[in-house]
């Protein structure tokens, strides 16, 4: 369930956003699948550290050349 965003300083947060990526180049059209994925990034990456185990590539057969 999502709810939307309301606070005054979160909105105009999005507002700068959106400007700065119109600004740049980027369609309109663009601009909130963006938003949403760099959200999504943030998010996977302050959750991370919390996940239970390292599950990233933990069925894989070959470790990479990190493993050895």
Known sequence: MTSPVRAPRVLEQYERAVTVLLDAGF???????????LGN??????????????DVGADRADPGPAAG
């Not at 369609?27 to 994925?37: K, S, W």
């Not at 990034?41 to 390292?54: F, I, K, N, S, W």
Request: charged share 10%.
């Open 27 to 37: 369609a309109a059209a663009d601009v909130v699948p963006l938003l949403i994925a």
């Open 41 to 54: 990034l943030v998010l996977g990456t302050a959750l991370e550290p919390a996940a239970p185990g390292d």
